[in-house]
């Protein structure tokens, strides 16, 4: 059974917006800090986003600082990433994942989220 199950992904124009949804399943939801990875063809997957288990604290990456804001509800057990002015740089696979630790923008990266997902695609046309 998949705990965290991505949606949203689709194709855009640039300049367009999309908005990424993570729903969980299995896991005590407010337990877990939870972020958006990226990877784009021949590259290696890359920090985007997290977000503190409250809610209360947020991290990104500069690449998307000011286009791409991260949110939860606690309540629906989701995580959502809206994504504004998008880029064809932007287009990747976009994959959630959950862990307890907190490392800001190093989360998922100073020790491995325990849980991820399947990943959705997001393409962005010139």
């Known amino acids: 059974q998949d705990q965290l199950v991505e949606s949203g992904g689709g194709s855009v124009q640039a300049g367009g917006s999309l908005r990424l949804s993570c729903a969980t399943s299995?896991?005590?939801?407010?337990?877990?800090?939870m972020a958006w990875f990226r990877q784009a063809p021949g590259k290696e997957r890359e920090f985007v986003a997290a977000?503190?288990?409250?809610?209360?604290?947020?991290s990104y990456s500069n690449s998307v600082k000011g286009r791409f804001t991260i949110s939860r509800s606690n309540a629906k057990n989701t995580v959502y990433l809206q994504m504004n002015s998008l880029k064809p740089e932007d287009t990747a696979v976009y994959y959630c994942?959950?862990?307890?630790?907190?490392?800001?923008?190093?989360?998922?990266?100073?020790?491995?989220?325990?849980?991820w997902g399947r990943g959705t695609q997001v393409t962005v046309s010139a």
């Open positions: 299995g896991l005590t939801f407010t337990n877990y800090h």
């Open positions: 994942a959950a862990d307890r630790t907190w490392a800001g923008d190093q989360t998922c990266i100073v020790e491995p989220c325990s849980y």
């Open positions: 977000i503190f288990w409250s809610g209360g604290i947020t």
